[in-house]
Structure formats: C-alpha cells, structure tokens
C-alpha cells in the first residue's frame, strides 16, 4: 500500500539506450513531478504534471519525455542516455495544483549509465 | 546559483540535547519553506513547514524559526533521538503571479544528522 511507487529502484545501462521509469500513486493527488538528485545531492524539479497536463518543464534535455495515461501515473522515458544522467530520480505527487504544496516522494530510482 | 544553501554537510550531536539545522535562501520571492527528512534508499518525508507571514512554527518535537530579514531558517529538535539520524533538506518555493507554486521546491544540498546515544 506504498503511496507513491516507483519501478525499477536500481537501473544500471550502456550509454546510448533508452529506459523508462515508472511511477503511481494512490493518494488521489492531481499533481505529479520528477524530481533529480545529482552527485551534488541537490534536488532539482524536472516536470510537473496537474491532471495529464504539463505544468513545469524545468528546460529538461528533449531527450527526457515525461508522460502521463491518466492522473495517478507519471513515466519518465530517457532516450540515448548519456552518462551525465547517472542520477536518483524521484517520482512525487501533491494534493494541490499550487500554493503551499506538500510534495509526498517514492523511493527513488537510481539509474546508473555505463 | 544555489537559492538555497545549507553550509553544513553534517551536524553530530548527543542524545537528549538540542539539534539545530540551518538554511539560508536568496530568493526573496520564496514565501514557503518546508523541511524534509530522509533515510538512506528512501523518499524525502515531510517534516514541518512555514509561512514567510509566520517566524515560528511548532510541531512536537521540532520547531522551524524563520528570519525573513537574515533570509535564514533553522530548525530545531528536542530533545534529539537517535531515530532522528537522517539527511535533512531544507526547501523553499514562491507563489506566482496567480498564487501558485506548481510545487515547485527549491532544495539545499541536505545536512547529515547523527544522533549518537
């Protein structure tokens, strides 16, 4: 009964594949984000989703696609990875579009680019 | 350009005694600030925030000051428990023109906690 899940936890891939990260939450939030921690530790905002629409796009690389079947999942699909993409990506979701937001994160997924 | 800096990457302290964890923002547009705990291969978890129209805010054991004119927060554990040992993040957003975050959070790099008993 995980509120916000993400698969797969661990990612390791060559240089040049594509992958994709899942992400669903059954709180019955509208709102949902990719969030990316890089080696600096820093989380840094790379989408936002309110009901299937993109609200944020944080000038994310065009090879980082985000996509969202319905209210409750956010994808991420990454083509060509590069190794600068090594990372923990976080999948999180709120109840309101805006204002004081609460952000409640999954697990985390670490993708690893050899 | 880091918004939000937290300049201590660890902070070790005894059991039962005070722990005080600080963030200093630039932005003066940001008008939320939030702390977020975290555990080794997991999700941040939501701890406590605070409205920039507030300077305190109290929830059990933690208290979040906030000093809009030192542009500088800090939050504070008592008494501190080893189960307190984590990665604290501090972050802050800033309401748009038509009062919305998006949720956008703009985070420190974290401050590593250990609470020894």
């Known amino acids: 009964d995980t509120a916000v899940s993400q698969t797969p936890k661990y990612l390791v891939t060559q240089m040049g594949n594509d992958k994709s990260i899942k992400c669903e939450q059954n709180l019955g939030h509208d709102t949902m984000y990719w969030y990316k921690q890089d080696s600096k530790k820093f989380l840094k905002i790379m989408f936002s989703?309110?009901?299937?629409?993109?609200?944020i796009n944080e000038t994310v690389p065009n090879r980082f696609s985000p996509k969202s079947p319905d209210k409750a999942h956010l994808n991420l699909h990454i083509n060509s990875l590069e190794l600068g993409d090594s990372a923990v990506y976080f999948c999180?979701?709120?109840?309101?579009?805006?204002?004081?937001?609460?952000?409640?994160f999954g697990e985390g997924s670490r993708l690893t680019v050899l | 350009d880091q918004q939000v800096k937290q300049n201590s990457p660890s902070l070790s302290v005894q059991e039962g005694r005070i722990s005080i964890l600080n963030c200093d923002y630039t932005?003066?547009?940001?008008?939320?600030f939030l702390w977020y705990k975290k555990y080794p291969a997991e999700g941040p978890t939501f701890l406590i925030s605070?409205?920039?129209?507030?300077d305190k805010n109290e929830d059990g054991r933690f208290t979040v000051f906030l000093n809009k004119s030192a542009k500088h927060l800090s939050l504070h554990i008592v008494p501190s428990q080893p189960g307190d040992s984590a990665v604290y993040f501090c972050a802050a957003s800033a309401a748009n023109a038509g009062g919305t975050s998006y949720g956008k959070l703009t985070f420190g790099q974290g401050t590593i906690l250990t609470v020894h008993p």
């Open positions: 989703y309110n009901n299937k629409e993109l609200i």
């Open positions: 605070i409205s920039s129209i507030k």
């Open positions: 932005n003066s547009m940001f008008d939320y």
């Open positions: 999180a979701s709120s109840p309101k579009r805006g204002g004081f937001t609460e952000l409640f």
